[in-house]
């Protein structure tokens, strides 16, 4: 059951806001507007940091409306990349999340595979604000006016160099005329959900203020048998406090606070599959789980969508963060000034059964972490439309994550990890056996960048950018060992530190990266924009906070402590257009992108446990391919919207990379990936959405219809190909049908995944290599029911 305590706030965040609309006597403004379906493509975006239309813009965008979002049930992340094809998501846990752009950006998808010196190659940003941790676009959405995402390096305009490109989030701002929403929505699994927000004049029409909030609960979607206990279960808070300052009509400040939490019995993993490896037989999962000590071992379930574990060891999650932001715009005429400034933080700490099955292999598995971020942009940006316009600025920022990455094992440790018992392997050696300690890493950013654009004729526009970024890293990793038996011997000391070992190094890396872009674009008509652009983007150097590798002689790699910078230069040609009286948006791409030096985050294969992933180097990757976009007006009341993707990635070079599970041998091995596809990238991507709305004028409102679906192939699962992480294709389809009344107020049913389909969010390989591989299934059918009112 929901926790009541998620009851009792939703009923309190309503009961905060405004009397609702069944109370009005006219009809609501905002209702009206939402009968009407809108061009996306008509809000104005600040892919280049000035308000523009996307369609002038000559590059690859989506963007997606705050309506779009609240019809679709869009609440997170994960749900965009149902409406936005390119934009791929996976999350194990939220510390785990890990989204790319065209088959680049993180390499994270499995349970403890967060780096804290790794920097996503997807920049996620909200209200102009950089969020450094990928583990923050977990959170349930609040308040949304429209997302932007940006495709391709964004190393130019955006205050970090984002080489696959950039989530840009814009929040609804506060007004001055009243308005207020409230939304609560209930279904299957004890989901429930309320939204409210509220803004309004607070002095005159000089303040403004404005507040959101959302509260999500929902139980798990796998059950436990050995407790009877659901998992994976949701429980996201959220809030969000504005000003608005007008003193002048040219200067305005807007303030802003906000909070979210996230606690919940998550995450873990199912059994999927067993890869065979080229270990001896007793080696394998099949003969270990035979011959568990004990009696034999069988999982709760072999079919993944069963939903079923029976893991032993703690689950939970609790993580929040927050911050404060302040962006003051002044008009001095010519240009406008801008100023952001923000600090945020984020903590994290999650309780994890790293082995994922019902055999006490590990009992403990923690990393909790604490992050704040400071950073500071001043842009100047020209006004009005000009033969010349331009946008230029200085850049800061400042992180630093700390963190304590805690492992214990437990009683059957030796025998999976390391064979026995025997006199030289004692059934106990491992139990109670563990490491613990302290990270360290800290980065400052600064940069200077600016940006041309020239008219030299009428329909012809030249853009040019550029943006010089220095950036200084630190990190100390300091990990000790405790527990397990006394009185060892040496070799037994030596089976031991094969499975953990502490570490201790201190490294740095410092540097600097001119990046840029240039683009030429012709207006063939008032609605065709063709382009072609030039764009390169980089990542500096990176610190491995994780722990090392070890060598042969199994110590530490410290050679391993630091990767080389990443750099990415996409090329794409583009045609935008807008036809029949803006009733049809139509846009087309292609692009190839190189990427040298491709960082990515990879197991250490040749490892006795295969515990320890690490920041590693990928010479040479490249991805290829073309995205269509299109949004119809069919007559009044309908629309109909359709994208497809089509991208093909590779390892152009990889010749020392991990081997896949069903090649790994007790020796320490490389393989050679050079040619295969890049992992977590779909070749097809295609989703498919409309709106009907349909006057009843006899009920004084609309019945409304609402349906999206996206569909994707098949996809490599982990970064070495294996064939049997391979994640199958599949379709998901979302709908809702409704009433709308013109008061202000509607009613819906809604359907997630209105067809059950089965698939795969992501898939693990189980630490020690035994074969053993797990996976997260997709959420059952969702049918529920949801309540709004505008004022």
Known sequence: MTHPVLRAASAALLACTPATALAAS??????????????DADILVTARRRPEDPQTIPGSLSVVSGALLDRSYTVNTQGLSVLVPSLNYSSANPRNTAFTIRGLGSSVVAVSQANDGLEPGVGFYVD?????????????????DHVEVLRGPQGTLFGKNSTAGAISIT?????????????????????????????????GDTVAGRISAVVTGRDGVIRDTRTGADLNTIGNQAVRGQLLIKPTQALQVRLTADFSNFESDCCTQVYLRVAPTLKAATRQYAYLAAHV????????????????????????????????????????????????????????????????????????????????QYSEELRFASNGSHAISYVGGLYFFRQRVIGRPISIYGPLATYWLLGGPSAALPGNLLDGYGSDGRTDFQSNSYAAFGEVNWRPLPRVTLTGGLRYTYEEKTGSYNTFTF???????????????????????????DGGALTGRASLSYDVTGGVLGYASFARGAKSGGINMSGLPLNNAGLPALGTAVVRPETNTAYEVGIKTRLFDRRLILNVDGFYTRVTDFQANVTDTGAAAALRTYLAN???????????DATAIVMRGFSLRGSVAYADGKYDSYPNAPCPIERISSATTVCNLSGRPLSSLPRWTVSAGGDYTLPVPGLHGDVILHADSVSRTRQCGDPTDSAYTLIKGYTLVNAS????????????????????????????????NSGLILGTPSDPRTIGLTFRARQ
């Open 26 to 39: 006219a009809p609501a403004p905002a209702a009206e507007a939402a009968a009407q379906p809108t061009n």
């Open 128 to 144: 102009q604000v950089y969020h450094a941790r990928p583990a923050t676009a977990a959170f349930d959405f609040s308040d949304i």
């Open 171 to 203: 929040t609804r701002a506060p007004t001055f005329t009243p308005e207020a929403y409230e939304e609560v929505s209930i279904g299957s699994r004890d989901y429930v959900q309320a939204k409210a927000a509220a803004s309004g004049a607070l002095i």
């Open 293 to 372: 000590p004990g009696g034999a071992y069988t999982p709760a379930s072999l079919n993944p969508y069963d939903r079923v574990t029976d893991i032993d060891a703690a689950l939970g999650t609790n993580t929040n963060e927050g911050g404060v932001s302040a962006i003051a715009d002044w008009n001095v005429g010519p240009v406008t000034l801008t100023s952001v400034s923000a600090w945020r933080f984020w903590n994290w700490d999650a309780a994890n059964d790293r082995d994922y099955t019902g055999i006490p292999i590990q009992t403990t598995q923690h990393i909790p972490s604490r992050q704040d």
């Open 483 to 509: 527990g397990g038996p006394s009185g060892l011997s040496q070799a037994q000391i030596n089976s031991q530190l094969s499975i953990l070992r502490g570490q201790s190094y201190n490294a740095k890396v």
């Open 618 to 628: 990928i010479p040479r990757v490249s991805v290829k391919g073309f995205e269509a």
């Open 737 to 768: 049908l409704g009433y709308r009344n013109r008061a202000g107020w509607e009613i819906d049913v809604f359907a997630r995944n209105l067809f059950n389909a089965n698939y795969l969010q992501n898939v693990t390989i189980q630490a020690g």
